[in-house]
């Protein structure tokens, strides 16, 4: 993390008058030992867990198990195990650190944490999803052998209204550093003021002094570029007491800085240092974006003067089938998908991400809403489907929680959290039930107050114009210096602004333009009626849910049509960027993932996604669906249906032109045909001031006869945590797509790596995510391969039977 925490400082600097100067942050993530269940005593130093699995973090146990109807998580959680489970780590300390200050340092464990070093309760930490951290000097055993335990409680169940993971799925750091420092957190940068093109960047750090003795240091700030070009420095002299902490302040200018911009995410480096008789004795960089940030009641958000939509998707926090468990190259992928989609910003609904999540938003250009809770005090009653019908389970997720942690759990995400510049917006809460009577006022007021004490970002609150329309209380409503709409409908929005004209607005929430059907499933007659007689509940409250929705999703359209032709509404988040482990709504068992988003859980996009392409996206494209192996309807009218960003696009089938048809830019449109179905092929052109600019085929494919395969990258980390995902898609021997095979297709790997997973993008799919082998759905399938410690050489190879085999060849180093 940069942001906040150390860099890694694993240079000793130069020696202070009192002790050799160290200040490192290590990867922690290795060799922990691991037990899935309820068992006593673990936390004792002399603990036998020699029979207990070694494990690397970051790790989600849920993840790796089988899916069923008995699991207590039920379709909220996915149908995976939950319950308790035990890490344990043996490390040594040398004696040499004998007078540092060693920390640890979770960025998430899922949940119910209670740490222990050395048999001694560290601390508790309940909610799943918040950084913490202990001091752990007092406790430790110099020079000998030390062991943290973790222990996890995650089976009280449901316990959410979606998939959450068990274990301790993000990254862990021990924390080495001098007895002079800056605690975790400790520095806290602000760079949004430019004037006169000169940037002012304030620099509030914390300096703790564990020693027994008064000391005087110097504290320098120092701004370096990109190229890592000293820009501007400054140095200032303290006395810090004994055992005290202060906060001291440091005002740098940056001359004509380039800015921190969604398309030049430019991030200068703030090096602090405290220097103790001339001697360095702490070190810490924190990266920073200089940028400003407007916020308006009738011109929506500007990011550096300029008018910035926020074309936004709300995502929750898995990684598909590597569940929880946070891996770096899962959460770029997802988001270079989502560039490519047009999306410039993400709401993390509904609760804190990783470090590496915001790490990644700043280094890509991503902007942020920056969520909390999705409970307060009252707990949730999310609608599910049992058996085809709608029902209401209570969820324990954190309602409990609230009174007692609420106020820390909100302050140290914002701590950890308010350096990033992708970070343009907190939110205090998604859909809270007590914002609609006055006990969400002083709530409301509480959260918010909490927000503007520790940074100087807006907040807001998705609890508009959801459920029946009914407004939230309205003194509550004010509590939010944003009002965050959820679901809100072109009428309720022009009551909104007539009542309240001054107020600040951004869709925290909406429809997407995508159908609740799998990724290329296209149903029409019969074929539909199988369908849903496979999953038993075909005419109940399931059907309607599903089939109210349309092909194109237009609910998601008109969504987008309010916010685009809408100045003062900064943006929306859609309902969601990717698919999710669980919330299967509107199906139930044998559903175990989302259908929400215009991209499947195996990161595979849907039509919907070419959709936002057509509205968010300059390049130029064009998109037809259904695609044209469709069975059964020979001689049968099909509407067919483009998107471009041009404006007409014409349809060929076989050759023979059935029409162009106008798209107006300014407004949102799409393009449809009713065809006459049979086996060949159609093509649509797209033009732009008369000039092609794109064109997209559907043929009616084959026999599946062969496997492509496509990866963004070739070569990894031998990290032991680096990921290259191989999509592979079904072709015939003509190199068609064959959008309905379900060819079985297995993964062998040799050479420095493991398969972590496998995907199709099936959200009814029940063989295991951590598996070799896996069937392709509508003629696509997803392996993961993860790298090792060792560099090396790494050939993949997939069979599958009846079809060619084929190899690829990876480097991890
Ligand atoms: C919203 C809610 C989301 C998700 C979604 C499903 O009302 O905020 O978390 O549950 O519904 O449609």
Not at 154 to 164: A, F, L
Not at 205 to 221: A, L, R
Not at 235 to 242: D, G, L, N, T, V
Not at 728 to 757: Q, Y
């Amino acid at each position: 993390m940069k942001n906040t925490l150390l860099i890694l400082l694993s240079i000793i600097l130069l020696s202070c008058s009192k002790t050799p100067t160290k200040n490192t942050k290590e990867n922690f993530d290795f060799d922990w030992k691991f037990y899935a269940g309820d068992i006593e005593n673990v936390e004792k130093s002399n603990f036998d867990d020699s029979k207990w699995r070694t494990v690397n973090l970051p790790h989600d146990w849920s993840i790796e198990g089988n899916f069923s109807k008995n699991n207590p998580s039920f379709s909220r959680g996915g149908w995976l195990p939950t319950g308790k489970v035990a890490y344990r780590k043996t490390f040594t300390v040398p004696s040499t650190d004998k007078n540092k200050r060693i920390v640890i340092y979770f960025d998430g464990a899922y949940r119910n944490s209670e740490v222990y070093i050395n048999g001694k309760l560290l601390g508790k930490r309940p909610f799943g999803y918040i950084a913490f951290y202990y001091d752990m000097t007092e406790h430790i055993n110099f020079g000998k052998e030390n062991v943290i335990t973790v222990k996890l409680d995650n089976s009280k169940q449901p316990g959410s209204r979606w998939y959450t993971g068990t274990g301790i799925y993000r990254h862990v750091h021990l924390i080495t550093t001098n007895k002079l420092y800056i605690p975790v957190w400790g520095n806290y940068i602000v760079a949004n003021k430019i004037k006169n093109s000169k940037a002012e960047i304030n620099v509030e750090t914390t300096v703790k002094n564990d020693f027994d003795t008064n000391e005087n240091i110097d504290i320098s700030v120092s701004i370096f570029n990109e190229a890592g070009k000293l820009i501007t420095s400054k140095k200032e002299s303290k006395a810090i007491s004994k055992n005290e902490s202060i906060k001291h302040k440091s005002i740098l200018t940056v001359e004509n800085p380039t800015l921190w911009d969604i398309n030049n995410p430019y991030q200068y480096s703030i090096r602090t240092e405290i220097i103790q008789n001339n001697k360095i004795v702490y070190t810490e960089t924190t990266k920073t974006g200089i940028r400003t940030l407007t916020f308006n009641h009738t011109e929506g958000f500007k990011l550096n003067g300029k008018t910035v939509k926020l074309k936004g998707v709300c995502l929750h926090h898995d990684g598909g089938p590597l569940g929880a468990a946070v891996h770096k190259r899962t959460i770029e992928r997802q988001l270079e998908k989502l560039r490519e989609m047009g999306c410039n910003s993400v709401r993390t609904a509904h609760n804190p991400f990783s470090e590496e999540f915001l790490n990644i938003c700043d280094e890509m250009g991503f902007l942020v809403m920056n969520e909390a809770f999705d409970e307060w005090e009252r707990p949730k009653q999310p609608a599910t489907t049992q058996n085809g019908k709608k029902q209401k389970i209570t969820v324990h997720k954190y309602a409990h929680l609230f009174k007692k942690w609420a106020a820390k759990d909100l302050e140290d995400f914002i701590l950890r959290d308010r350096n990033h510049p992708s970070v343009i917006m907190w939110s205090i809460g998604n859909e809270i039930d007590q914002m609609r009577d006055e006990t969400g006022i002083a709530i409301g007021k509480r959260l918010v107050d909490i927000v503007h004490k520790f940074d100087y970002r807006p907040a807001t609150n998705g609890v508009h114009g959801y459920w029946d329309m009914k407004r939230p209380n309205q003194e509550a409503a004010a509590t939010s210096d944003i009002y965050g709409y959820n679901y809100i409908k072109q009428d309720r929005m022009d009551w909104e602004r007539e009542q309240f004209p001054n107020v600040m607005a951004v869709i925290t929430e909406h429809e997407s333009a995508q159908s609740f059907y799998p990724r290329s499933t296209y149903l029409y007659g019969k074929q539909k009626e199988q369908w849903w007689n496979k999953l038993n509940y075909k005419y109940d409250d399931a059907y309607k849910w599903v089939e109210k929705r349309d092909i194109r999703g237009e609910a998601g359209m008109e969504a987008w049509r309010l916010v685009k032709e809408s100045p003062f509404l900064m943006g929306m988040f859609i309902w969601t960027g990717w698919d999710y482990i669980g919330e299967t709504i509107p199906f139930g068992w044998p559903a175990r993932s989302s259908s929400f988003a215009p991209i499947d859980l195996a990161g595979f996009p849907k039509d919907g996604y070419y959709f936002y392409q057509s509205q968010w996206s300059n390049k130029p494209m064009v998109h037809i669906f259904p695609h044209w192996n469709l069975e059964g309807m020979e001689g049968k009218k099909v509407s067919v249906y483009s998107y471009t960003n041009g404006d007409e696009v014409e349809l060929f089938q076989d050759g023979k032109s059935l029409g162009k048809q106008k798209n107006n830019t300014e407004k949102v449109e799409y393009q449809t045909w009713n065809v006459v179905y049979k086996p060949g092929e159609l093509k649509a052109i797209s033009y732009k001031n008369g000039k092609i600019i794109a064109e997209k085929m559907v043929k009616t494919a084959g026999k599946p006869s062969k496997i492509k395969i496509e990866t963004r990258r070739t070569k990894m980390n031998a990290n032991g945590q680096d990921l290259i995902y191989v999509e592979c898609t079904i072709l015939d021997k003509n190199g068609n797509e064959v959008p309905t095979a379900n060819n079985l297709l297995k993964f062998n790997v040799e050479g420095a790596a493991i398969i972590s997973g496998v995907a199709n993008g099936d959200n009814m799919g029940l063989e295991p995510f951590k598996a070799k082998q896996r069937t392709a759905f509508n003629g696509k399938c997803l392996a993961i391969i993860q790298s090792t410690q060792k560099a090396g050489n790494i050939k993949l190879s997939i069979t599958s039977k009846g079809l060619e085999s084929t190899t690829i060849n990876f480097k991890s180093n």
